[in-house]
């Protein structure tokens, strides 16, 4: 049986205070698998580092952000495309969070979640997944439906069908290969979308859906 390669996960922290940086760079850098490269005091230096280390994921605090946000995101895209990018945002502002998603983030957190969900956000963007804390999913899906956009993705169709099946949020993580935290933020988001958050409910949405078979 062939050896499975594990990738180191490198990583730079950009534009948080001093404080705030070097506990999210001492956080990562933690990990087993990660390497963090370098934290970087300037958002402004979010580009040239990206640029030059081409990291696999740029963790970007936008608390104190003098130019758009967005036009950063994009700029660092643009710089290294290879580079995933988790942003923490200075509220839990579910508008700012679709700008910043769109503009090609994968992750998005808030500060009271940027110490609790950071590890997991920076995991799912290496595989190219996205991260969003759960209660800022649940604001970003509460716009959805204002905005006539409540349809499922395919990752909350599997999740809601694992959920009508009877699987726990850690049975529906190892089946998913995603981690628990990652299956809540899908469970909340599928349930705000569909409004729904008991079981019976989301067994009968499951059903009308045809995901039962």
């Known amino acids: 049986m062939a050896a499975v390669e594990h990738r180191t996960i490198t990583v730079v922290v950009a534009g948080s205070a001093d404080m705030y940086l070097d506990a999210m760079g001492c956080l990562l850098g933690e990990q087993t698998g990660f390497e963090v490269l370098s934290t970087e005091g300037a958002v402004e230096d979010a580009v040239r580092v ?92 509460d716009v959805s439906m204002q905005n006539g956009n409540g349809d499922l993705t395919e990752r909350e169709n599997e999740v809601l069908r694992l959920i009508a099946l009877g699987y726990t949020n850690q049975e529906i993580a190892g089946t998913l290969f995603l981690s628990v935290r990652t299956i809540e933020t899908h469970r909340a988001r599928l349930q705000a979308k569909l409004g729904m958050h008991r079981r019976a409910e989301l067994v009968q949405a499951a059903h009308d859906r045809g995901l039962l078979g």
């Open 50 to 141: 990206a640029r030059m280390q081409h990291p696999r994921v740029l963790v970007i605090d936008l608390m104190d952000l003098p130019a758009d946000p967005c036009e950063v995101i994009r700029a660092v895209r643009s710089a290294s495309p290879e580079t995933s990018i988790v942003a923490i945002l200075p509220n839990g502002d579910p508008f700012a969070a679709r700008e910043v998603l769109r503009a090609g983030a994968s992750g998005c957190l808030t500060p009271t979640s940027r110490t609790r969900h950071l590890v997991d956000a920076v995991w799912n963007a290496s595989r190219g997944e996205q991260y969003v804390a759960p209660t800022l999913a649940v604001a970003l899906a």
